[in-house]
């Protein structure tokens, strides 16, 4: 046991700022102390004890504090702070997923020319501990596919459409009253948040980083009545589903994207705003990890795994992208599979080249087609897709 | 990167050793090498190009071999090659539970003294990272059970019957035919293996260790057909589920018993040989993990990740036994909890003091109770249980 002492200077009180803080007031960790916080509007926090400020520079020259916690919103702000921290020789956890799935790599270099630790595992999936598992056990090259519901938001509201009957505009109220979605839910419902975490989670599973543009995300708000009937008289719900998947060749690929999936298959069953993550490898088959995706307990906690992690001297080693194998693999979305898409005109169809189409169906209100198309022709139209308001969902096979 | 190589001696070549050249042999890691297999009668494995000696010496005197792995079905042996190992300052992996779960104490100090590691992340539940998890991730004292199923062949088993009309002796046949199931099953299905895989788990959850004899260990075998029936009649089915618990006074409790699981527990679901096992915290709530706990490839597949951690210099740090904020929880069996019990007499009945009977039924063939009694009174009439024919399985609220 190391007998240092964290001081922490914390930055952003949101949600999950405020869990740790309530975390660390319940558990009095012997070796770890909030110091000050740093927020934008000091005035909004005034029913807290804690020492607040709204001035970096309160934080890093307090010469006690010898550790940053960043928990804000902004991701330019965000980035500033953990970079500062790298360079002061700070060690910083981060739960800013937009900043990190844009700055992984200059964080990651940046860290081995300062040796100071960033650590972020609630960054994804919250309190189940997905990076590090990827980085500290998955590390023998027999990885072969991290599938996974990575946001809760979104999935609270396709459990509340698909088992209990709401509405598309129901649900998504609901999950706002219940504190799951923001008054603009367009990062959770439209697939980028999925998109940062799955981004942060193949730099451990694979070591590659891919920037978020170049992967096709696609959201579940465009989801209507029809498609819903569509995968219950299927016996499938839809999830929101991120992929990463090693192919031959040395390559892999990555999207997010509504799924219709199966009763057989351990996400189906993956409710409310639980997240499930199903991990495969060549020789242990399939690893299921589930848990409390979001909310300020769940992610405080997962938070002050990392800031204990840290007492340990724990780091990440990014053993995959520093593999005596070599290479690392290279993306491609030059992947062929099944999608179910739902249309109005015929011009909308046309947008998507597909390679065999084995279903097709037009009525009044209602046409699609189930065909085969690829991941690169989807993702070279998506931003047509969702503005002429054609839905598309991965249909795989039983 | 560390830049050792790793020269492996490996003692035992049954399911798992046999697993591992496999996987050695298909993955080709650059810096592990399988350099000579210690194992009882040569003659057996003729059919294989590692080199094979019968002599512990060959692999210990070799002065090439830096890296002990010992996967061997005999516990005192098990013991003489661990402890050797350590003492002469050779990194081991063991996957031997039993042996473990014995001498789990004096190892720690062993390797405390020699400064010499040794992981043992197979030995509990196969693929599924749970020590190193609870040793690394759960490092926060928030942590309130740790719940499981942990033996695959009595799943596998309990599975045959609740989910396909299979009788017991059919379903243990069937079992065996999988080669999930050894000549001698008593040490699956009475709950032996689950039992050191528990001590295992706990001392990395909360510290403690508590020998086997001080634990109720009751298993599947003495269950029969009126118990099959009795649980799918309230919607429930049989598991044999392991459980460690903290309860107030820093105290906790342990056991190891057939439960009537409902429909809405994750570890209702965990089928045929998987092992599920359910974390749960005081601010994360609950994490569930997921994945085959038993087999060649899939435990080979984790003592390969234990090999490869040892490259990263990676080692238990018993957190939980050197924690600051001081004691460990104690043990104890004073604990009530509601349990369904068929028996055939009067008299038989009366070896269990219930505090409160809730439900009592006779007729010819059939009788039993349910009721509320201690952990500490089954625990002292375990073995007359046995021989008496009574079986006694939890029965939670739902």
Redesign the interface.
């Known amino acids: 046991?190391n007998s240092r002492r964290l001081c922490i200077g914390l930055f952003g009180f949101g949600t999950v700022g405020r869990?740790l803080y309530e975390?660390l007031e319940n558990?009095c960790?012997?070796?770890v102390e909030l110091r000050r916080v740093c927020v934008r509007n000091i005035a909004k926090h005034r029913d807290c004890e804690v020492d607040m400020t709204d001035n970096a520079d309160d934080i890093f020259q307090d010469p006690q504090i010898n550790f940053i916690v960043e928990l804000i919103d902004d991701a330019d702000a965000s980035y500033r702070i953990v970079s500062r921290a790298l360079r002061e020789g700070k060690p910083v956890v981060s739960g800013n997923k937009k900043m990190l799935a844009r700055h992984i790599e200059e964080l990651i270099e940046l860290q081995g020319i300062t040796g100071t630790p960033l650590l972020y595992?609630a960054s994804a999936c919250?309190?189940?501990?997905v990076i590090?598992?990827l980085e500290?056990?998955?590390?023998?090259?027999?990885l072969l596919s991290v599938k996974g519901i990575l946001n809760g938001s979104s999935n609270y509201i396709l459990t509340k459409i698909f088992n209990q009957g709401k509405t598309y505009s129901e649900a998504l109220r609901e999950a706002q009253e219940a504190g799951f979605a923001e008054s603009d839910p367009s990062l959770d419902v439209d697939g980028w948040d999925s998109l940062y975490k799955l981004i942060i989670i193949t730099v451990h599973a694979f070591g590659t980083y891919v920037a978020p543009e170049r992967i096709f995300t696609f959201g579940i708000s465009g989801m209507n009545d029809h498609d819903i009937r569509f995968a219950m008289e299927k016996g499938r719900r839809i999830k929101l589903v991120a992929h990463v998947e090693k192919l031959s060749g040395n390559r892999m690929t990555m999207c997010v994207m509504p799924q219709l999936i199966s009763r057989n298959k351990?996400i189906y069953?993956v409710d409310d705003e639980f997240n499930g993550v199903v991990i495969k490898?060549l020789?242990?088959?399939?690893?299921?990890?589930?848990?409390?995706g979001a909310g300020g307990?769940?992610t405080?906690?997962?938070i002050?795994?990392d800031i204990?992690?840290c007492l340990?001297d724990?780091r990440y080693?990014y053993?995959k992208r520093?593999?005596?194998?070599g290479a690392m693999p290279e993306f491609t979305d030059d992947v062929t599979f099944r999608i179910y898409c739902r249309y109005s005109s015929p011009h909308d169809l046309s947008l998507i080249p597909f390679d065999r189409i084995s279903e097709s169906y037009t009525s009044d209100g209602f046409n699609y087609v189930v065909g085969e198309t690829s991941l690169h022709a989807l993702h070279s139209v998506a931003d047509e897709l969702r503005q002429r308001g054609i839905f598309v969902a991965a249909y795989p096979g039983d």
């Open positions: 046991m869990g975390l558990t960790p012997a070796n595992d919250g309190s189940i501990p590090r598992n500290e056990y998955y590390d023998n090259d027999l351990y069953s490898g020789y242990y088959d399939k690893q299921f990890m589930f848990g409390r307990h769940p405080g906690s997962a002050l795994s204990t992690a340990y724990y080693e053993k520093n593999h005596p194998s």
